[in-house]
């Protein structure tokens, strides 16, 4: 038999193989969540699209529960939750050491009652060539975006069982599908969250839990100040803040989340957010050649490493340039504001949604 006779053969198979599987999927549907009354729990909530997500959680009528490592952080969080009215649970916890997540759980439950949503939002970025990454790069960024995770889901797993429904948001990003120069460690924990979360969706379907996984591209949350560099950092934080700013680039954090919070709700398996970043996953899954072709040259635009010392790592707020802040940043230095990234936020922006 050919090659070709072969494939002729096999294409009725795999139509009705795709006629089944989408039928299957029509019919086992999660149900719409009704978010009123409901505990969530956001990980990474104190600032940034953890917060963010939590003020539009709030609007929908849930009990909200958010965690984060910085007490002073958190505290302002809860403020501005509060001012909004709402009652949240704000609890200090670093979700990649597991007796920290598993406690965490445990203590909303207690409080809030049982977790009807996750949501994994908290995470780690580092910047720079890949030459300039130790395995502490790429092991701190596991830890915070894969492992931290995974530990939470491990703790709420048993009780969603129980009562036969959840929901569990993964935030992963576009860097889960397209590996982008300079954020090699970052892309590699994501791709795994990725993986955990596609995997996870079909075994769990089984037990009425719905897990969701969200792709976004460049946001305007103010984050760019929180994460690490290495390299040229003041280059590579020039760049990267400003990408992150463009509104042609990157996306309103507000606007996002009510994407994310509609998901959940509909318990749909994935979401790409922002057109760019739907272009590149396109791109990324037809043309995996070009596309490679592509980031080899935007790699070649990006700074260089600057030796030994490019090994050392930066803040972002300690990384600012002539170039950025800048006009170019207005837009994200005014998120970082709004989204308790910088100080004392109360006051500022506090009624804005």
């Known amino acids: ?34 978010l ?11 600032r940034g699209l953890g917060l963010v997500l939590a003020r539009e959680f709030a609007r929908a009528g849930a ?32 979700v990649s050491v597991r007796e920290e997540a598993s406690e965490l759980v445990r203590e909303v439950a207690l409080r809030l009652g ?23 790069d790429f092991e701190q960024a596991m830890a915070t975006n894969f492992w931290g995770p995974l530990y939470t889901i491990l703790a709420v797993l048993p009780d969603m069982r129980r009562r036969g429904e959840g929901r569990i948001a993964n935030i992963a990003s576009i860097g889960a599908k397209v ?19 596609d995997g996870l969706r079909a075994e769990l379907a089984k037990d009425g839990i719905s897990v969701v996984t969200i792709c976004p591209g460049l946001m305007r949350t103010g984050s760019p100040r929180h ?17 992150d700013a463009l509104p042609l680039l990157s996306m309103d954090a ?20 922002s057109p760019p970043a739907k272009l590149m ?45 800048s006009p170019l940043t207005v837009l994200g230095e005014r998120a970082a504001r709004r989204n308790n990234q910088v100080g004392d936020v109360k006051g500022r922006d506090a009624g804005a949604a």
């Open 1 to 34: 038999m050919t090659t070709e006779t072969t494939r002729t053969s096999l294409l009725p198979l795999l139509a009705g193989g795709a006629a089944l599987a989408a039928a299957y999927a029509l019919t086992h549907r999660p149900r719409p969540y009704d």
């Open 36 to 46: 009123a009354g409901r505990t969530v729990l956001i990980t990474g909530g104190s």
């Open 63 to 94: 009990r909200i529960a958010i965690c984060g490592r910085d007490p002073a952080t958190l505290d302002r969080a809860r403020d501005d939750l509060e001012r909004r009215g709402a009652r949240p649970l704000a609890l200090v916890c670093d």
């Open 114 to 136: 049982p977790i009807d949503v996750l949501v994994n939002n908290a995470g780690i970025i580092s910047v720079g060539p890949v030459e300039t990454m130790d395995v502490e």
């Open 179 to 197: 590996s982008v120069p300079h954020l090699v460690p970052y892309s590699a924990s994501k791709f795994a969250l990725l993986g955990l979360s």
């Open 227 to 243: 994460a690490t560099f290495k390299g040229r950092h003041r280059a590579e934080y020039a760049w990267f803040s400003i990408s």
């Open 254 to 273: 507000d606007r996002a989340a009510r994407q994310i919070v509609r998901t959940i709700r509909r318990g749909e398996a994935e979401r790409v957010l």
């Open 281 to 325: 996953a396109l791109a990324r899954a037809l043309a995996p050649e070009t596309t490679a072709g592509v980031l080899a040259m935007v790699n070649g635009l990006l700074p260089r490493s600057d030796g030994e010392a490019g090994r050392q790592r930066r803040k972002g707020e300690a990384s600012t340039s002539a170039v950025s802040p």
